[in-house]
């Protein structure tokens, strides 16, 4: 069974390389609410990669001399394409992230770039491919997020030195690592009945807390900080953490406040991860705290942290997080573009916010869904229930507040959380979610063997420099 949000984790520097879940996947659209069928009724997930908008920041570098540093069956790379996939990870970087020296991470950009090179070629071998329309829909996606049309972002590429044509083809080519990894990886991962009665029966991790869903914001404290400016930046920290404890808005407080621009997007949030991924102050922070509150201000290398607790999975309390909501869907449409439907989202929304007509009103005149008759309500959903897109939008609103515009592969969403509740499992629900958890810890051992097979079959030639 493959989780659509699922990432192989090549090692930390490659998680930028990746494309972000919401671009990820080969689900056949379905008709109502927008589930995903394949998902599990609750399933711990695994945090989706840094999404790809953050290439359109990068600016334009000046290369030096070109030579081929390595040749895998018959496909050069680069001491270019070396030097910029190393300065995508450093722009990109989370901020307080420690990046290995410049030697090591050239080394580790290569190793990775070549197994690339040889899991492309196998996923050609046996016969995957990617349509034109994907692509369409994943650049479309991109722009959206970005708040620009297709042309706008052609242009912003431009001037950051980045050619249209090769990022087009390298998101091409990482859909399609992504499809083959989904499918080659899982497959290899086999969990039986008592590898599941044995995790339930003894392993830690089934008798407590397994994931969380954090949103935090980082006031930064500079490296060589003076005593004044660290108790500067506490003072605005605190000031912060006052203002989301009273109930301002925690999505406009991160869009305003927070330096850490690799969740700024996603309204602070790092999407549902394990405890054991997540820091130890931060974990901390919020263990006592109820869905929805803030944990007093923590402090780390970093800077200040203001710290809300989304969502929670519980072994040990066997419950998990509900969210129901509503939504407008404008379907893709040839007739209609993505840009188009996102402005007349845009504008329903504005009516709404600004009280002249209801979300359920609208829903009904203007959602070409099958739940536009009952306002848009989708009704109480689980963790993994909607496509990834959604799903992240979602997470990151507060009861009532309604989202821009959302692209998903079905097109054009306004999506507003009614409400949040905390709901026991079931013991079928609970042998899934066990389940899901051992086979995340087993994805990245079966990975790296099966690149490494892969590997080993492939010609590959390194090569000095002149």
């Not at 203001?306 to 509503?326: F, V």
Request: net charge neutral; proline share 6%; charged share 25%.
């Amino acid at each position: 069974m493959t989780h659509p949000s699922r990432k192989p984790r090549l090692r930390p520097l490659v998680l930028g390389l990746c494309v972000s879940s919401l671009l990820l996947g080969s689900l056949t659209p379905v008709q109502a609410q927008l589930r995903n069928p394949d998902a599990p009724s609750v399933a711990p997930r695994i945090p989706g990669a840094r999404q790809l908008s953050t290439d359109l920041l990068l600016a334009g570098k000046p290369s030096t001399a070109d030579y081929i540093v390595a040749v895998v069956d018959q496909e050069p790379i680069t001491h270019v394409d070396v030097d910029k996939r190393v300065a995508r990870i450093q722009e990109t970087a989370p901020a307080g992230s420690r990046l290995p020296p410049p030697d090591e991470l050239r080394r580790q950009v290569l190793d990775a770039l070549i197994d690339e090179k040889v899991q492309v070629s196998h996923a050609r071998n046996v016969g995957l491919s990617v349509a034109d329309a994907e692509v369409d829909a994943a650049i479309e996606n991109i722009a959206a997020q970005n708040k620009l049309t297709l042309r706008e972002m052609q242009r912003r590429m431009e001037a950051d030195g980045l050619d249209y044509a090769r990022y087009r083809a390298s998101l091409r080519e990482q859909i399609l690592l992504q499809r083959l990894r989904d499918r080659e990886v899982n497959a290899r991962i086999q969990i039986s009945d008592s590898d599941i009665d044995a995790f339930l029966a003894t392993d830690p991790a089934a008798q407590a807390e397994t994931g969380l869903n954090l949103a935090h914001i980082l006031i930064p404290v500079p490296e060589q900080a003076t005593p004044a400016q660290i108790e500067a930046q506490q003072a605005k920290a605190r000031q912060v953490q006052e203002q989301a404890r009273s109930g301002a808005n925690f999505n406009q407080l991160v869009r305003t406040h927070s330096a850490d621009t690799y969740t700024k997007e996603q309204g602070g949030a790092f999407g549902m991860m394990p405890v054991s991924r997540l820091p130890d102050i931060f974990v901390a922070a919020v263990r006592n705290l109820k869905v929805g509150e803030v944990a007093p201000v923590v402090r780390s290398n970093a800077g200040f942290h203001i710290i809300k607790l989304i969502e929670r999975e519980n072994s040990a309390e066997a419950s998990y997080t509900q969210q129901r909501s509503r939504h407008i869907l404008l379907r893709a449409n040839p007739k209609e573009s993505t840009q188009e439907q996102v402005a007349r989202l845009a504008a329903i929304r504005k009516d709404i916010v600004g009280g002249s007509a209801s979300f359920a009103q609208m829903a009904r005149q203007y959602s070409q869904d099958g739940s536009a008759p009952n306002g848009g309500e989708l009704g109480w959903a689980s963790p993994g229930q909607f496509v990834p897109e959604f799903e992240r939008a979602l997470t990151s609103l507060q009861a009532g507040e309604i989202s821009q515009p959302v692209v998903s592969r079905f097109g054009v969403h306004l999506i507003q959380l009614i409400e949040r509740r905390e709901v026991k499992l079931t013991e079928e629900q609970k042998r899934e979610a066990a389940r899901s958890v051992l086979r995340e810890r087993r994805f990245e051992s079966a990975y790296e063997d099966w690149a490494r097979e892969l590997r080993a079959a492939a010609w590959v030639e390194m090569r000095d420099a002149p």
